[in-house]
T-cell receptor, first 115, second 111 residues
Framework: EADIYQTPRYLVIGTGKKITLECSQT?????MYWYQQDPGMELHLIHY???????EKGDLSSESTVSRIRTEHFPLTLESARPSHTSQYLC??????????????FGSGTQLSVL | SQQGEEDPQALSIQEGENATMNCSYK?????LQWYRQNSGRGLVHLIL?????REKHSGRLRVTLDTSKKSSSLLITASRAADTASYFC???????????FGKGTKLTVNP
């Protein structure tokens, strides 16, 4: 059973607001990821981390930022939300097995709507 | 594109029938994974097949991997209405540890 949690589940905000999407896991996983997904579309990697104080940009350019101060916590922040940021944001984590990807555990996602 | 491509994009079948989905990729891989996503939810890992494996089973799921053709298939046997979901394959991007996902196959199983 996956122990990875995302809050909030749904968020509707106005343009220009600063928001933070929370993601926490209790499995002690080294690797954590943020994916962005529009309805019915593929997932795009926007940020990932291999451990504490390690963060990297993903393949899809994003105006969001992330931090990894604790192993279990990987929040994503948008300083000034815009309607183009409307999407579903999925957090995931995994063990780092021998330098290869092991299976990912996903949170339930945050559906963000920026008006 | 480095991302995998699932085929077909959408599949509609009757309960009891088998469903086959295919995935192609472009880089060398250590493993390939299949995930399921119910509408509006996160993904759930189904099965992982390593590059030195050709076939793997898990319950009603059967996955094959052909590294020479850079392709994989997911077979769901005796489908049920509860199998209705989108199915994604995933693999590392070009030697990195970043996991990239295909566009998915949307499966509808009609009761």
């Amino acid at each position: 059973e996956a122990d990875i949690y995302q809050t909030p589940r749904y968020l509707v905000i106005g343009t220009g607001k600063k928001i933070t999407l929370e993601c926490s896991q209790t499995m002690g996983h080294d690797k954590m990821y943020w994916y962005q997904q529009d309805p019915g579309m593929e997932l795009h990697l926007i940020h990932y981390s291999y451990g504490v104080n390690s963060t990297e940009k993903g393949d899809l350019s994003s105006e969001s930022t992330v931090s990894r101060i604790r192993t279990e916590h990987f929040p994503l922040t948008l300083e000034s939300a815009r309607p183009s940021h409307t999407s579903q944001y999925l957090c995931a984590s995994s063990f780092r097995g021998r330098g290869r990807n092991e299976k990912l555990f996903f949170g339930s996602g945050t559906q963000l709507s920026v008006l | 594109s480095q991302q995998g491509e699932e085929d077909p994009q959408a599949l509609s079948i009757q309960e009891g029938e088998n469903a086959t989905m295919n995935c192609s990729y472009k880089t060398s891989i250590n493993n390939l994974q299949w995930y399921r996503q119910n509408s509006g939810r996160g993904l759930v890992h189904l099965i992982l097949i390593r590059s030195n494996e050709r076939e793997k089973h898990s319950g009603r799921l059967r996955v094959t991997l052909d590294t020479s053709k850079k392709s994989s298939s997911l077979l769901i046997t005796a489908s049920r209405a509860a199998d209705t979901a989108s199915y994604f394959c995933a693999h590392e991007k070009g030697g990195s540890e970043k996991l990239v996902f295909g566009k998915g196959t949307k499966l509808t199983v009609n009761p």
